[in-house]
């Protein structure tokens, strides 16, 4: 257990329904970052929160998809419409970086991800 | 973008063999990071290497920042089952981690 939590841990969903998933980082971390995984494959980057600014996001986030960190705690990541293409594991990951924003360490840990399919 | 080429894709060993996997980039990385995922879990940081060059070990694992910062690798001695997963390698940017396609060890007791 690393400390990030991940709800729920599997979402069966039909194509065309939204789906919203919860991270709940290392309390002290301020940035939280958002990954995708699909089978065989390494996680891929989505976006990432520096306390509750949204920083950067991928291209792979598309119109349909959209995070949150209100209170620069937990996060909630909603997809819009789901289509079949959407199934993978949704991973989420914090760390601490100093007041500058800077990370001298780049040591994320991980959460047990959100496993999603979408029939 | 940035990929990493990890190598090699899969490998089954017999239990006590020592294992060797590798990570190489097209782009330079001031960070390199290797990580263990089990099956229907997220990944889990194994070592952190921050300056070209560095060997550091944590218990039978051993790790390598290349010298040009755009390879490393990883070695485990007398593999146990346990040690069975997915290695990934992982390169750090500014604010993101690009990852490799995993080694998939197989263990055989």
């Known amino acids: 257990d690393t400390g990030v939590s991940q709800d729920p841990r599997h979402k069966i969903t039909k194509r065309g329904q939204n789906v919203t998933f919860r991270c709940d980082p290392i309390s002290e971390h301020n940035r939280l970052y958002w990954y995708r995984q699909t089978l065989g494959q390494g996680p891929e980057f989505l976006t990432y929160f520096q306390n509750e600014a949204q920083l950067e996001k991928s291209r792979l986030l598309s119109d349909r998809f959209s995070a949150e960190r209100p209170k620069g705690s937990f996060s909630t990541l909603e997809i819009q419409r789901t289509e079949q293409g959407d199934s993978a594991m949704y991973l989420c990951?914090?760390?601490?970086?100093?007041?500058?924003?800077?990370?001298?360490?780049?040591?994320?840990?991980f959460g047990p991800g959100t496993r999603l399919t979408v029939l | 973008g940035q990929q990493l080429n990890q190598s090699p894709q899969s490998m089954f060993i017999q239990e006590g063999e020592d294992v060797s996997m590798n990570c190489t980039s097209s782009?330079?990385?001031?960070?390199w990071l290797w990580y263990k995922q089990d099956p229907g879990e997220g990944p889990v940081l194994l070592i952190a290497?921050?300056?070209?060059?560095e060997l550091t070990s944590n218990g039978r694992l051993t790790a390598q920042f290349g010298i040009t910062r755009k390879d490393s690798f990883l070695n485990i001695s007398a593999s146990i089952p346990s040690d069975v997963g997915i290695y990934f390698c992982?390169?750090?940017?500014?604010?993101?981690?690009?990852f490799g396609k995993g080694t998939k060890l197989s263990v055989i007791p």
């Open positions: 992982a390169g750090a940017g500014s604010y993101q981690l690009t």
């Open positions: 782009s330079i990385f001031n960070t």
């Open positions: 990951a914090s760390i601490f970086t100093g007041t500058s924003g800077r990370s001298d360490y780049n040591e994320q840990f």
């Open positions: 290497l921050y300056k070209a060059g």
